[in-house]
């Protein structure tokens, strides 16, 4: 096994560096975060750091980059308190991808990138029309991260929009795979999801079984 020390590491090239410890951490969700300023001006933006927190209460939260870096986003969900989460499925995958431009403040990345703006009645922030699972914010917490300037910021799930309710199982599992939802390595490439299986609560005393 090859073996790569820190120093080594931190002597090469900086985005040859970047993509590799990028890519080290393994498949990651890719989703589109829709949000809105007061000045009712939407934003769109792709985050491939999605972190489930618990179940109960129900907690997603993200990683946002420094602010000097990625603003607007961090800025809307501070001011609002709102913002949504959109699955992203290949038909729509290079108009996510494009989301990750440096647009301006006055741009509108729907408009931008030829993505659908979606209400929905008594709800708050945008989303994306052409996403099959959406679900809809508040916001908990934004904890800063000293270590590199970004921050986790931690929502509370309000409402799930799921296009097709043949997805969610028996046991309220979500086969997500079958809707095409993809998931990310590194900060530019995708990939598309496949189950291999699902296995039953392990136990101490027991042989694992499949479901």
Same mark, same amino acid.
Not at 11 to 26: K, P, Q
Not at 45 to 71: E, K, M, T, W
Not at 120 to 144: A, D, G, T
Not at 193 to 207: E, G, T, V, W
């Given at each position: 096994?090859? *073996?790569? &020390?820190? &120093?080594?590491? =931190?002597?090469?090239?900086?985005?040859?560096?970047?993509?590799?410890?990028?890519? %080290?951490? @393994?498949?990651?969700?890719?989703?589109?975060?829709?949000?809105?300023?007061?000045?009712? /001006?939407?934003?769109?933006?792709?985050?491939?750091?999605?972190?489930?927190?618990?179940?109960?209460?129900? %907690?997603?939260?993200?990683?946002?980059? #420094?602010?000097?870096?990625? #603003?607007?986003?961090?800025?809307?969900?501070?001011?609002? +308190?709102?913002? &949504?989460?959109?699955?992203? *499925?290949?038909?729509?995958?290079? $108009?996510?991808?494009?989301?990750?431009? $440096?647009?301006?403040?006055?741009?509108?990345?729907?408009?931008?990138? +030829?993505?659908?703006?979606?209400?929905? =009645? =008594?709800?708050? #922030?945008?989303?994306?029309?052409?996403?099959?699972?959406?679900? !809809?914010?508040?916001?908990?917490?934004?904890?800063?991260?000293?270590?590199?300037?970004?921050?986790?910021?931690?929502?509370?799930?309000?409402?799930?929009?799921?296009?097709?309710?043949?997805?969610?199982?028996?046991? @309220?599992?979500?086969?997500?795979?079958?809707? +095409?939802?993809? !998931? &990310?390595? @590194?900060?530019?490439?995708?990939? /598309? !999801?496949?189950?291999?299986?699902?296995?039953?609560?392990? $136990?101490?005393?027991? #042989?694992?079984?499949?479901?």
């Amino acid at each position: 096994m090859k *073996h790569f &020390s820190f &120093s080594e590491v =931190q002597s090469w090239e900086r985005f040859y560096r970047s993509n590799f410890i990028n890519s %080290l951490s @393994g498949f990651k969700s890719a989703t589109l975060i829709a949000s809105i300023n007061k000045n009712q /001006q939407p934003n769109l933006a792709i985050f491939s750091n999605i972190i489930h927190i618990g179940a109960d209460p129900a %907690l997603v939260g993200f990683i946002n980059r #420094p602010r000097a870096a990625a #603003p607007h986003t961090l800025q809307n969900i501070e001011d609002t +308190g709102w913002y &949504s989460m959109n699955h992203i *499925h290949p038909a729509i995958l290079e $108009k996510a991808h494009q989301t990750s431009a $440096k647009y301006a403040l006055e741009d509108n990345e729907f408009d931008a990138t +030829g993505l659908s703006i979606e209400y929905k =009645q =008594q709800l708050r #922030p945008p989303f994306v029309k052409e996403s099959s699972i959406q679900y !809809c914010m508040q916001l908990e917490e934004i904890v800063p991260i000293k270590q590199n300037g970004t921050f986790l910021v931690i929502g509370a799930i309000r409402d799930v929009f799921i296009e097709d309710e043949h997805i969610i199982e028996k046991d @309220g599992f979500l086969s997500i795979e079958r809707t +095409g939802s993809i !998931c &990310s390595l @590194g900060i530019d490439a995708y990939y /598309q !999801c496949s189950l291999i299986n699902r296995f039953a609560y392990a $136990k101490p005393d027991q #042989p694992t079984t499949t479901l």
